[in-house]
């Protein structure tokens, strides 16, 4: 199947950056849509960002002009870069993944990777 590993949370200050990647591996035969979403404590999980295998990208309205999210098709990769981060924007941040597999349509997710922007 497909494995998600995200990589890059940490702690940071408010204004601050970090760059978030994840990487896909397995067994697959093409990966599509790779988007972030994110959990904050008591709260659901909410879409960031995608990027899709074709055509532009997507942001939810809350991160718009200071998330980017990009992928390098060739490596199954998908990087988030956050800049000016906000103490809410404190949450698990997940990979996930649409891909064609052997027995057809997969979509998982990644362990997840705590972003926590605090002074």
């Known amino acids: 199947q497909v494995q998600l590993v995200e990589s890059g949370g940490g702690l940071v200050q408010p204004g601050g950056s970090l760059r978030l990647s994840c990487a896909a591996s397995g067994s697959f035969f093409a990966i599509y849509a790779m988007a972030w979403y994110r959990q904050a404590p008591g709260k659901e999980r909410e879409f960031v960002a995608q990027a899709p295998s074709g055509g532009s990208p997507n942001y939810a309205d809350s991160v718009k002009g200071r998330f980017t999210i990009s992928r390098d098709n060739a490596k199954n990769t998908v990087s988030l870069q956050m800049n000016s981060l906000k103490p809410e924007d404190t949450a698990v941040y997940y990979c996930?993944?649409?891909?064609?597999?052997?027995?057809?349509?997969?979509?998982?997710w990644g362990q997840g990777t705590q972003v926590t922007v605090s002074s």
């Open positions: 996930n993944a649409d891909a064609r597999v052997l027995a057809g349509h997969w979509n998982g």
